[in-house]
């Protein structure tokens, strides 16, 4: 009874943080080895089928696993493309960034031709992230050409937008239920939203001018999180009132929280890379504290882009330890 007692005492002085707790349904990561060294996998999305497309951006591929089996299967990229993204269509056909090389392709799995849709001029240099719409649009940013595109697959017609800020970086995409695009300028301390109908730009300021968002989401109440890969937090932005609020993350300053994704209970989930191995870090917005999601086996090297699938209940990211990784959360 006395060591009981004892112990009952000491967890009323020293509880568990709140902070970083296990949670119930804590994931279970599990990571296949793509067979082409060094390539640099990235960027998997789960298509209607179940397949999972992901590109190799430093060996021009663009390819796709079947986790029932461990398959994989290679389709070429013209040399120099420099694919960086690749998303589905609601028929499951993966559209790519060509990064290198100022253009999106269309691969056809039947026959392996690619369809290209250039991203025009200076501001359609480096096209990086990309998302569709349900208007059937596809919204893209380029890094380098410091603009927020957008292409209709049915005619070709390419708009581009200039943020304003020079270097703003534009990066991660999202768009809110409302159809909005949200982008993450990762050289700058801001985040943009576009008008899908004007193409009106307009761009938010974060409190810190030393902060440098790199991925965001949002959740299902229109709330726009992000991740400050510069100072090692999450923050929350209000698009009605504008009102800004951070969460320094489990890792520290030093962390370089980078890719990010919410899951079916509006929960965010997102990569610390400052440290090796990279961990996985979940934050539930209702309890307003983190969740140890667990490291990759491989270590991770660096996770750069994070997508939830609902139907396999999963995120599903590829590391620079040449690895497609799933992390089950339910």
């Known amino acids: 009874m006395r060591t009981l007692l004892a112990a009952f005492i000491v967890f009323l002085l020293f509880p568990v943080p709140a902070s970083h707790?296990?949670?119930?349904?804590?994931?279970?990561?599990?990571?296949?080895?793509?067979?082409?060294?060094?390539?640099?996998?990235?960027?998997?999305?789960?298509?209607?089928?179940?397949?999972?497309?992901?590109?190799?951006?430093r060996s021009d591929y663009i390819a796709r696993l079947d986790p029932e089996t461990g398959e994989f299967e290679r389709f070429e990229l013209e040399a120099g493309a420099g694919p960086h993204n690749v998303i589905v269509d609601a028929d499951g056909t993966p559209w790519y960034a060509g990064n290198r090389a100022a253009h999106i392709g269309r691969?056809?799995?039947?026959?392996?031709?690619?369809?290209?849709?250039?991203?025009?001029?200076?501001?359609?240099?480096?096209?990086?992230?990309?998302?569709?719409?349900?208007?059937?649009?596809l919204w893209f940013t380029t890094q380098?050409?410091?603009?927020?595109?957008r292409l209709d697959p049915g005619t070709g017609e390419v708009d581009l937008v200039a943020v304003p800020t020079e270097r703003a970086r534009p990066y991660g995409l999202v768009v809110a239920p409302d159809g909005t695009p949200w982008v993450a300028a990762f050289g700058t301390n801001k985040l943009v939203s576009v008008d899908p109908e004007t193409l009106d730009l307009r761009e938010h300021a974060l409190p810190r001018e030393d902060a440098r968002?790199?991925?965001?989401?949002?959740?299902?109440?229109?709330?726009?999180?992000?991740?400050?890969?510069?100072?090692?937090?999450?923050?929350?932005?209000?698009?009605?009132?504008?009102?800004?609020?951070?969460w320094a993350l489990p890792g520290g300053a030093e962390s370089r929280p980078?890719?990010?994704?919410?899951?079916?209970?509006?929960?965010?989930?997102?990569f610390e890379t400052g440290d090796t191995p990279n961990r996985l870090v979940?934050?539930?917005?209702?309890?307003?504290?983190?969740?140890?999601g667990g490291v990759?086996?491989?270590?991770g090297g660096t996770v750069r882009?994070?997508?939830?699938?609902?139907?396999?209940?999963?995120?599903?990211?590829?590391t620079d330890t040449n690895t497609i990784g799933r992390a089950t959360i339910r």
């Open 21 to 57: 707790a296990q949670p119930a349904d804590a994931p279970t990561i599990t990571e296949w080895e793509v067979p082409w060294a060094e390539s640099r996998p990235r960027d998997p999305i789960v298509a209607p089928d179940g397949m999972v497309w992901f590109v190799g951006q």
């Open 107 to 137: 691969l056809d799995p039947a026959t392996g031709e690619i369809t290209r849709f250039e991203t025009p001029g200076d501001g359609g240099r480096d096209p990086h992230t990309m998302i569709f719409t349900p208007t059937g649009h």
């Open 144 to 149: 380098g050409g410091n603009h927020v595109g």
């Open 213 to 246: 968002p790199r991925r965001l989401d949002v959740t299902s109440d229109g709330m726009v999180w992000y991740v400050d890969y510069a100072g090692g937090r999450l923050g929350r932005l209000d698009p009605a009132s504008g009102e800004i609020e951070e």
């Open 258 to 270: 980078y890719a990010m994704a919410k899951d079916d209970r509006d929960r965010l989930w997102l």
């Open 282 to 292: 979940g934050f539930d917005p209702a309890t307003e504290s983190f969740l140890d």
């Open 296 to 299: 990759p086996e491989s270590g």
């Open 305 to 318: 882009h994070m997508v939830y699938d609902p139907d396999s209940g999963a995120l599903w990211f590829g």
